[in-house]
C-alpha cells in the first residue's frame, strides 16, 4: 500500500510517500506505527486507541477520522493533520 503523508516541518508542509506491507484492512494508526518504525522523525499522536479520546484524529483521503478506528484498504491513502486546530509537526496539532 502506498501512503502518503502530508507533514508540517519547519513553518511549512511537505509531503513524503511511504510504501507499506500490510494483510488485511490496517486500521490508520497501524500504518502510521508501521511508518514511525521505517522513519522515526515522523510524529503523531495517539493515547487510549479505543475511539474514546480524539487524540489520534487526522485526515483521511480529505475526511477528518480517528487513526485508531480508521480501516483503510485499496492502493493509495493521504493523511495529514486536521485543519481545525493549528499544526505544531507532522501530523500533530496543538489541542
Known sequence: MRVVLRLFRDGRFITKEYSVEVEGKPTVLELLQIIKEKDPTVAFRAMCRASICGTCAVKVNGQHRLACNTKVSGEE???????ASPPV???????
Open 89 to 95: 509537526r507532522d501530523l500533530v496539532v496543538d489541542q
Open 77 to 83: 491513502v493521504f493523511i495529514e493533520p486536521v485543519d
